[in-house]
């Protein structure tokens, strides 16, 4: 393609428009448009360093992009093991154990 536009550039013989009707959108809407369009996203991956039978490490950046993009859409990916959450949500300090850690905290060894 970049052939192709560098050398119809160079010659002056026609004018490009070159369309990317993802750009706009954010990787939730993409994979909820492509879910609406049918894809089987079973059948694809984004990893940069997948293993010898093509199954994504998810660890690297781009399966990490396409996991939040699927939390986010409220999915999991379906080629990696769980679902990543894009940030894990603080533990809430009021549903902690009253026991474990609580004010008077373990027994100690006197008592
Ligand atoms: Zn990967």
């Known amino acids: 393609m970049a052939n192709l ?3 119809a550039g160079v010659e002056g013989r026609q004018n490009l428009t070159i369309h990317a009707p993802l750009i706009t ?3 939730a809407e993409i994979i909820r448009r492509g879910l609406a369009l049918g894809v089987d996203y079973a059948l694809t ?3 940069y ?3 010898g039978a ?3 490490c998810g660890s690297c ?3 990490l992009l396409r996991a939040k993009g699927f939390a986010e859409a409220g999915l999991a990916d379906p080629v990696l093991p769980g679902p990543v959450l894009p940030d894990p949500v603080p533990a809430d300090p009021l549903l902690a154990d ?3 850690g609580g004010p ?3 027994a100690g060894p006197g008592s």
Do not use: E, F, I, Y
């Open 5 to 7: 536009a560098t050398k």
């Open 25 to 27: 959108l954010t990787k």
């Open 45 to 47: 991956h984004s990893c």
């Open 49 to 51: 360093d997948p293993d």
């Open 54 to 56: 093509g199954t994504p």
């Open 61 to 63: 950046d781009s399966c």
């Open 98 to 100: 009253p026991v474990v």
């Open 104 to 106: 008077t905290g373990p």
